[in-house]
C-alpha cells in the first residue's frame, strides 16, 4: 500500500512531454549555436561547466511553457563535472557563448 502512494505521487509530478509540434514547425526559430562551438552554462554559482557542442535538437520545454533548442555538450576534460560525466544535454537560455582563451 506505501508502495502505491508514492508511485501515484511520483506519476502526478512529472509533467507530461507534449507530442504535438509546434503550431509554425519548421519554420522555427534558428539554434543560436552550432556543432563546433564552445559553449559554458550560464551560472550564478562558479566554476560551472563547459564543452563543445556536438548537436542539438528541438524539444517541448515544459518549464519554459514552450518549444526551444536542447544542446548535447561533449564536456572538456578540465569542466568540472568532467570527472563523472562525458556529455550533458542543456537548453538554449541556459548556456552562453565561451571564449577559450579563458582556460
Known sequence: MKKDVLSGLLIREI??????????FPNVISPRYKEGQFVRWISENEPNDWG????RFFNDAPHLKRWSWCYLILLDKKSPSAAWVVADTAWEDDLKLFEEEAL
Not at 15 to 24: K, R
Not at 52 to 55: A, D
Open 15 to 24: 509533467a507530461q512531454p507534449s507530442l504535438l509540434l509546434p503550431a509554425n
Open 52 to 55: 563543445i557542442v556536438i548537436g
